[in-house]
């Protein structure tokens, strides 16, 4: 049976182990050892290696009856992540207040093995579960653009890591992408012979003022973030740096920013001025049916647990947006941890213990 003392002690011990990104090696440890305790398979791929991290990515095997399907949760937290004090206070869990809690993605790893434990111990029926532990997702969705697909037999599954309240589902998330431009003008002396030169700085001011910006439209956004540039008052600057981003639902419009800012590339170029960009495409978007099964498997769950089914819509990225690309379905599920990433982070228990009832379901897969 599930219980939520245990759960409350497992999720308190799991985030008394730091795990920032890249260093994610004793969590990851820890988690080995639970899956040996419960009798689970597992598999470590090379994904820390690749990105230069202490871990891999964790692919545990929950042998059952029926089509496989995987969970999918990070192991890595944001910072400030050093001895992380969880502490009860009425009915949240939050941190003493100096750190994150680490309930994003903790939550969800302790209540699938909270779910599996009870499963075991009931030793009722399972469904043929691949549980993905991925690393490095706060900085880029690193481990799940690493993992190793051949260890994962799943074509579906679920990330638990939406914010949102229990029963949340994203049906729609963004494409996202960015460039890092420089843009060269020439130098000359400000005070002597400023004619002679030609502004970076003002000709990044122009690209900037003429890029879209800030709420494009319903479905897109754009930002410049980062400016840098210029020597001294008295040199006309030869050189300023940008960094900015488009997200998008709908891939055109997103294409349709960039358009964009490559006239104002060609402004730069008519007024004499030279330029270098870079463009990442960081993940790719998706938009889920609403009446897909990986939306039907789940619908009974929230209904029998008396949490309505919401679709929303997304303009961040998740691990479920590497595994759409990968051709495997994956539908983000909401964890009502509220305020992430910030030190005023924290979960309600029963939000906690409710987040393993709908694993528990999911992990039993018959008539409920
Ligand atoms: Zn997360």
């Known amino acids: 049976m599930l219980s939520k003392e245990r759960l409350i002690k497992r999720f308190e011990e799991m985030v008394r182990i ?60 944001v910072t400030p992540c050093e001895n992380i004090i969880p502490k009860i ?63 994962i037999k799943s074509k579906e599954g679920y990330v638990l890591d939406s914010d949102g309240e229990l029963g949340s589902v994203i049906v729609k998330a963004p494409y996202h992408s960015r460039f890092y431009l420089n843009i060269y003008g020439k130098a000359s002396h400000a005070g002597a012979e400023p004619e002679k030169g030609l502004s970076a700085i003002l000709l990044a001011s122009e690209f900037i003022l003429n890029l879209p910006w800030g709420k494009i439209d319903e479905d897109t956004t754009g930002n410049v973030g980062i400016i840098k540039g210029g020597r001294a008052t008295n040199i006309v600057p030869d050189e300023v740096y940008l960094e900015g981003e488009f997200r998008s639902l709908d ?34 978007g998706y938009s889920i049916e609403k009446d897909d099964p990986i939306i039907k498997r789940v619908r009974p769950i929230f209904e029998k647990l008396n949490h309505n089914l919401i ?23 909401g964890i009502a941890v509220e305020n992430p990433h910030s030190i005023e982070e924290r979960i309600k228990i029963d939000n906690l213990f409710e987040l393993s009832k709908i694993v528990y379901y999911l992990l039993k897969g018959e008539e409920l």
């Open 251 to 284: 891939l055109k419009k997103l294409n349709l920013c960039f358009e964009k800012l490559e006239e104002g590339l060609k402004k730069i170029e008519i007024k004499d001025g030279k330029w270098n960009l870079r463009k990442e495409d960081l993940y790719k």
């Open 89 to 151: 206070e009425g009915e949240y869990i939050k941190s003493s207040g100096n750190t994150i809690l680490g309930a994003d993605n903790k939550s969800a790893i302790a209540s699938i093995l909270e779910a599996l434990e009870a499963i075991v111990e009931d030793k009722v029926e399972n469904r043929d579960i691949e549980l993905i532990f991925t690393v490095a997702e706060e900085i880029g969705l690193l481990g799940a653009k690493n993992l190793d697909f051949s260890l």
């Open 311 to 333: 679709f929303r819509t997304t303009k961040g990225g998740s691990d479920a947006n590497i595994f759409n690309e990968r051709g495997l379905k994956a539908l983000n599920l």
């Open 18 to 77: 730091s795990s920032p990104s890249l260093k994610e090696g004793d969590f990851s440890n820890y988690l080995k050892k639970e899956f040996e305790r419960l009798g689970l398979s597992y598999r470590e791929d090379d994904a820390g290696k690749k990105i230069g991290g202490n871990s891999g990515n964790l692919i545990a095997y929950f042998q059952g009856k029926g089509e496989s399907i995987f969970l999918c949760a990070h192991m890595d937290t």
